[in-house]
């Protein structure tokens, strides 16, 4: 069974620009989280999704937002990147919302100069 | 504030001993605990859930719940080298969230 895949792997972008994220879940997993993970802040939590549907959002600005695909594919989007949103994003695949295990992607390593 | 509390570490033991990783929360209703593990550079890897209070054995790393202490750990026999990495604690509350403890990098010296 393929495991969770996020595309690009590795991004580099500048100040004010926008950037968009993709992740594809395991086969049958419906629910796609996104974390954001930083030395200083360690593993913070953006949104999940499930069912193409929102179904919570962490604390962070409205720059950041998400959708799913009725395929269960997600994406993230970031609009006006600063500096501080150089991070490890992270995409986990779970079978159904919040309390079911998550599974990880590779995630896909930003770096905003 | 629904929190999950890990001791940052470095936690360092020898080869061959018993490495124990700690971690509170603060959320009574919280339902379902996680351990994952971290390498420098990789994504978190799921390697034990537990639901219930007592023990759960799974291989080397047994998982232990204690509801009632709000505590949870992660005990790790015959350390290798290789368990080298971060350990993260997660707790779903009874929002259905999962929050993630900041981690315990763990050391393993031969």
């Known amino acids: 069974k393929a495991g969770v895949t996020q595309t690009p792997r590795y991004l580099i972008k500048t100040r004010g620009q926008q950037v968009t994220l993709s992740c594809s879940p395991i086969s049958g997993h419906r629910s796609v989280s996104w974390y954001q993970q930083t030395p200083g802040q360690g593993l913070q939590f953006l949104f999940e999704y499930f069912s193409e549907t929102q179904r919570n959002k962490g604390n962070f600005p409205g720059r950041f937002s998400g959708r799913q695909f009725s395929n269960s594919r997600s994406e993230m989007n970031v609009s006006t990147l600063e500096l501080g949103d150089s991070a490890l994003y992270l995409c986990?695949?779970?079978?159904?919302?919040?309390?079911?295990?998550?599974?990880f992607g590779p995630g896909t390593r930003l770096t905003v100069l | 504030q629904k929190e999950v509390e890990q001791n940052s570490g470095p936690l360092s033991v020898p080869e061959g001993a018993i490495a124990s990783l700690n971690c509170t929360y603060s959320?009574?209703?919280?339902?379902?605990f996680f351990w994952y593990r971290q390498y420098s550079g990789k994504s978190p890897e799921l390697i034990m859930s537990i639901y219930s209070n007592g023990d759960k054995e799974d291989g080397r790393f047994t998982a232990q719940l204690n509801k009632a202490s709000q505590y949870v750990s992660l005990l790790i026999r015959d350390s290798q080298p290789s368990d080298s990495a971060t350990y993260l604690c997660a707790v779903t509350g009874d929002d259905n969230d999962m929050r993630f403890g900041a981690g315990t990098r763990l050391t393993v010296k031969p």
């Open positions: 986990a695949s779970s079978a159904g919302p919040g309390a079911s295990e998550q599974f």
């Open positions: 959320d009574r209703g919280s339902q379902s």
